[in-house]
């Protein structure tokens, strides 16, 4: 079980949390707990910035041991160990696993993210929000309020929104912010829309 990840800083995180990887050496092999490491290494990524990252952009690699064997450039010494390792491992069989990164599809996917303007939007709608609708506007631990009454408390507001201006893209406080208002019950629906600034 490895990791062979080409950007140098994802590498060192799915390193640093190796001792939580979901294969586990003698474990039965499984797609399912492939696509769950997976699962678990873009999370990771996503709490350290890497806001554009996707499952594509891994992918994992099982067993080189046959692919090995027509190498035209092997002696025929390296030829024969080849060979008795497969033999050790029709009789126990084994394969290893090295998570890797795709060829680039898109080099931003590996850019770290951070948090630019907050606005929220309390008592408008989302059709609203775009509508010539009278609106107040205030401002509060750097986050922008627009609303049309002070039906809610602005630190209210503030305090339970996880995403920070100039702070680190996390997706967990992205999911924090999301969950902290619905649970509330004050909105039938809660929304966060990100847009990249393309000035940065």
């Known amino acids: 079980i490895g990791y062979d ?29 492939l696509s769950a490491e997976l699962d678990r290494l873009l999370l990771i990524f996503r709490n350290n910035g890497y806001y554009k990252i996707v499952k594509e952009d891994l992918i994992v690699e099982r067993d080189t041991v046959l692919a090995a064997l027509i190498d035209p450039s092997l002696d025929p010494f390296e030829q024969f160990e080849l060979l008795e ?28 993210f951070y948090i630019g303007n907050v606005t929220v939007y309390p ?22 309020f627009f609303y049309r009454t002070r039906r809610f408390k602005l630190p209210y507001l503030s305090r339970n929104i996880s995403l920070r201006p100039g702070n680190l893209y996390k997706i967990d406080d992205y999911f924090s912010t999301i969950n902290a208002f619905n649970q509330s019950g004050a909105w039938g629906q809660v929304d966060v829309a990100f847009s990249e600034r393309l000035d940065s």
Do not use: C, W
Request: proline share 6%; glycine share 2%; charged share 30%.
């Open 85 to 112: 390792e497969l033999r050790r491992r029709r009789e126990n069989p084994t394969i290893n696993v090295v998570v890797k990164q795709a060829p680039f599809s898109d080099s931003s996917h590996h850019n770290k």
């Open 123 to 144: 008592d408008l709608t989302i059709q609203e929000e775009t509508m010539p609708v009278e609106r107040r506007r205030d401002s509060l631990d750097g986050i922008t």
């Open 5 to 33: 990840i080409a950007n140098p800083a994802l590498q060192q995180l799915a390193l640093q949390n190796r001792d939580k990887s979901l294969l586990r050496k003698g474990d039965p092999y499984s797609i399912q707990v």
